[in-house]
C-alpha cells in the first residue's frame, strides 16, 4: 500500500512493511527507515531511493526473535508475511499460497540499534500482516514506546493469522498504552488504515486547536484594529484639511477685515473734510448774502430818498446843489452797490458747481459709510438744491 506522508513532527519516520510503498517521497529532509522481508521488493525500493542520503532500507522481517524465519508468499502480495494463516483461505477462498522464502528476521530492540537508537519523537508504520503485535509487543519490551509520537497501522478487520487478533484488538491494546486514534481510512473495510497518537498529544492539540482560534481571534482584531486605524487616519487627515482650509479662511477674513477697516477709516476722514469744507463754503455763502442784504437795503433807501426829493421840488431846489451833492454820492454807491452785486452773483455762480461736487461727494460718502453721523440739515438742504441760495439772490436783484 502506498506509504502516508510523515507526520511533520515527527524527526524519524520508521516504515516496518514497506513493500507496498515503492511511491513514497523521500525528499522532505526527515529520515525515512524502510524495512522490507521481501528480496525482489528491497531490491526495487534501493533502485526508487538510489542517491537519497536520508533513506535506510533493511532486509528484514521485524518480529519475536532474531533468526531465519519463512516468508509466507500468496497470490496476493498484500498478505505475504512470516505468520501462519489462520482463517485466511476460509475468508478469502481465492487466495493461492505460493513457495515461501527464508529471510532474517530481527526484533524491535535489535532494529533500534542497528538505526543507533534514533530521538523522537518517531512515526512508525506497521504494515505487517499478521506480526502487527508482536511488533507492538516488541516496541513495549524494547521501552521504546516514549520515542512513538505517532502510529499509522494496516491491518485486517477480522484476524486472519495465528499471531494476530485483528484490528480492533490492535486498537484495544494501544488504547492501554496511552495511545488513541486520531484518523483512520476505511475505504477498504476489510483491511482498514487507522492513526494512532500519544493521549498526552490530545490535550497538546486540543490546546494547539485552543491557541490557533485564540490566533485567528487576535489577528482579526488585529486586522479590525488596523482598519479602524487607517479609517481613523483618513478621517484625521480630512479633518486636519477642513482645520487647515479654515485656519486660510479665517486668515483671508481676517486681511479683509483690515482693508475694509483701512478703507473705512479713510472714507471717514474724506467724509469730514468733506463736511468742513462745505461748512466754510457755507460760512462763506452766509456772509456774501448778509453783503448783498445790506447792498440791497443802501439801495432802497437812496431810491426812497430820491423819490422823496421829486414830490417837493421847492425843497428840492433849495437843496438842490446839496442833493446834487448826495445823489452823486448815492450815484457812487449804487455804482459800488450793483458792482459788488454783480460780483456777488458771479461769485455764487463760481460757488455754486463747488457746493453740488461737494455735495454729491457728501452723498456718496454717506453710501461708503452707513454708520457715520448724518450731515448737518443745512448741508443736506444745499446737496439737494444747490441753486436755491443763488436763484433768491436773483429775485432781491430784480425786486431791486
Wanted: with cysteine.
Amino acid at each position: 500500500m502506498p506509504l502516508r506522508k510523515p507526520f511533520d513532527h515527527a524527526a524519524t519516520t520508521i516504515v516496518i512493511g514497506a513493500g507496498g510503498a515503492h511511491d513514497a517521497p523521500a525528499g522532505s529532509g526527515q529520515r525515512l527507515v524502510l524495512v522490507e522481508p521481501d528480496p525482489e521488493l528491497v531490491a526495487l525500493l534501493r533502485r526508487q531511493h538510489e542517491g537519497a542520503a536520508n533513506v535506510t532500507i533493511l532486509a528484514a522481517a521485524v518480529g519475536a526473535a532474531d533468526d531465519r524465519q519463512e516468508l509466507r508468499r500468496f497470490s496476493l502480495a498484500r498478505l505475504n508475511g512470516i505468520q501462519a494463516p489462520d482463517r485466511l483461505t476460509e475468508l478469502m477462498p481465492g487466495v493461492r499460497p505460493l513457495p515461501g522464502l527464508r529471510v532474517d528476521g530481527i526484533t524491535v530492540g535489535t532494529l533500534l540499534r542497528e538505526l543507533g537508537n534514533p530521538k523522537g519523537p518517531l512515526h512508525l508504520v506497521i504494515d505487517a500482516p499478521g506480526s502487527e503485535q508482536d511488533i507492538l509487543d516488541g516496541w513495549k519490551q524494547a521501552d521504546a514506546l516514549g520515542l512513538v509520537g505517532s502510529i499509522e497501522l494496516h491491518a485486517p478487520a477480522e484476524p486472519l493469522y495465528a499471531a494476530s487478533p485483528g484490528m480492533s484488538a490492535l486498537s484495544d491494546w494501544l488504547g492501554q498504552e496511552g495511545f488513541g486514534i486520531c484518523g483512520a481510512d476505511r475505504t477498504d473495510p476489510d483491511w482498514p488504515v487507522l492513526w494512532f497518537l500519544p493521549e498526552t498529544a490530545f490535550g497538546v492539540r486540543d490546546q494547539l486547536a485552543t491557541l490557533a482560534a485564540e490566533r485567528d481571534t487576535a489577528e482579526t482584531a488585529r486586522q479590525a484594529a488596523v482598519q479602524k486605524l487607517d479609517e481613523t487616519q483618513v478621517d484625521l487627515a480630512a479633518a486636519t484639511a477642513e482645520r487647515d482650509a479654515a485656519v486660510r479662511q479665517l486668515d483671508e477674513a481676517r486681511a479683509g477685515l483690515a482693508t475694509a477697516t483701512a478703507g473705512r477709516d479713510t472714507a471717514e476722514t474724506a467724509r469730514q473734510a468733506a463736511i468742513q469744507k462745505l461748512d466754510d463754503t457755507q460760512a462763506r455763502l452766509a456772509a456774501v448774502t448778509a453783503e448783498r442784504d445790506t447792498a440791497e437795503t443802501a439801495r432802497k433807501s437812496a431810491l426812497q430818498k430820491l423819490e422823496e426829493g421829486g414830490r417837493d421840488l421847492s425843497l428840492q431846489m433849495r437843496l438842490q446843489a446839496m442833493a446834487q451833492l448826495d445823489l452823486d454820492d448815492l450815484r457812487r454807491s449804487l455804482a459800488q452797490s450793483e458792482a459788488r452785486r454783480r460780483e456777488i452773483e458771479d461769485l455764487l455762480r463760481k460757488l455754486t458747481p463747488h457746493l453740488q461736487v461737494a455735495a454729491e461727494e457728501l452723498h456718496r460718502l454717506q453710501l461708503v459709510a452707513p454708520q457715520a453721523d448724518a450731515a448737518p440739515a443745512t448741508a443736506q438742504v444745499a446737496a439737494q438744491d444747490p441753486e436755491r441760495p443763488v436763484a433768491k439772490a436773483r429775485r432781491r436783484s430784480r425786486n431791486g
